[in-house]
């Protein structure tokens, strides 16, 4: 985690690929969950994704691949390591 963030922010999930969910330490600051994309410096790694921890969890739903629609051209290169497919 990026140590601007990380003085301020603690994970509270792991996200796939190394990103995380993370809520701020001092609840007057930044409240609400955030993702933390890793590859991202600073505070712009930062997406939030719900104003309190309770509402992050009234979002939190089973994964229907079905829902998943991708518009042309929106995904721009992806790359799966071979041992996952393992």
Request: charged share 25%; net charge negative; hydrophobic share 40%.
């Amino acid at each position: 985690m990026d140590k601007d963030v990380a003085a301020d922010f603690f994970p509270i999930a792991y996200a796939e690929g190394g990103n995380y969910v993370c809520m701020p330490l001092s609840s007057s600051k930044n409240s609400g969950v955030y993702f933390l994309d890793h590859e991202i410096p600073g505070l712009e790694s930062l997406t939030k994704l719900a104003a309190s921890l309770n509402d992050f969890l009234d979002l939190l739903r089973p994964i229907d691949r079905n829902e998943v629609k991708l518009k042309p051209g929106q995904v721009k290169k992806a790359w799966i390591d071979p041992s996952f497919l393992k």
